[in-house]
């Protein structure tokens, strides 16, 4: 494949060079050089708008690379492109800039004009860069989780815990997919004032990953009764991964309920589940059976959870 000389440095040198039956297009070529000099953005602005998508791709690659003024909406704006690789272009060069890009009005515009495109990778990566750049706000982020795609629902998600919008999170408990259903039950434990109620549909749920997911959330939220007897209840469960969330919710259980059960989930078949029941003995470790308890744990068969219960 034909490309910048080897060794070469600077801007150009980090964009992909497409290469036709005829070589490298001449455009192209063109907009290398360019590169080397830092272009502002009106220099870019004739091959961002090239009739060849080629051209476009490039260009887009190099904004990304020299990243002048105005290149978070000038990148918001290809994500509309009419070719897939430019949009794709876009959506990388966004990601890869969201530390450094200022999170200015007409950015904020440009990507909420990208959420009806029909690309659903577009609309995951205008989700993921207004919500790490704050601009957007529960309401817009909520509309979004009616979104056909489920990754597109999943930066929904989590857009809206950065905006803790408990409620709108609550309603996505019903998503049809389970990954969704997961995103939502980590999400209720990460907003800032995390609470137990709106994990009750998803602790019922009658998926095991969901199930596990929730009943690891209660770790956060706090694990009041009678969520502790659910969590206690649900170390019986079939899947170890339903077993191991509940192990971790008695984390934050009342110790007067918590221990004795912790203490059987060290009996359990599955070293996770065992993993999880010793790291939540340790945050009850000044009662005496939690010692006690995390004492035969380092005895363990498996050496990750005689390490953790050996931790002082």
Known sequence: AAGPAAGAAGPAAAVPVPVGAGGPSPRILELLRLAEES??????????????????????AVLGETVPAGTGPEL?????????AVRAAAAAALRELLEVLPGEPELGAALREALPV??????AAALEALRALRLGDAGLYARSLADPDPEVRIHAVRALVSVDAVAELARAAADPAREVRVAVAKGLAAVHS????????????PDPL???????????TGCPDPYAATAVAALADPAWQVRAGAATA??????????DALASALKDDNADVRKAAVLSLRTH???PQA????????????????AYASRH
């Open 39 to 60: 272009p502002d953005l009106a220099a870019l602005r004739p091959y961002l708008g090239d009739p060849d998508p080629a051209v476009r791709a490039a260009a887009v």
């Open 76 to 84: 918001a704006g290809r994500l509309a492109d009419g070719d897939p």
């Open 118 to 123: 029909p690309d659903a990778a577009v609309r």
């Open 194 to 205: 995390p609470a137990p109620a709106p994990l009750d549909p998803l602790l019922r749920d």
């Open 210 to 220: 969901v199930r596990a997911a929730a009943l690891a959330a209660l770790a956060a």
């Open 250 to 259: 008695l984390a934050a259980a009342d110790p007067a309920t918590a221990v």
């Open 285 to 287: 470790r000044p009662h």
């Open 291 to 306: 010692r006690t308890a995390l004492a035969t744990a380092t005895s363990d068969p498996d050496a990750d959870v005689r």
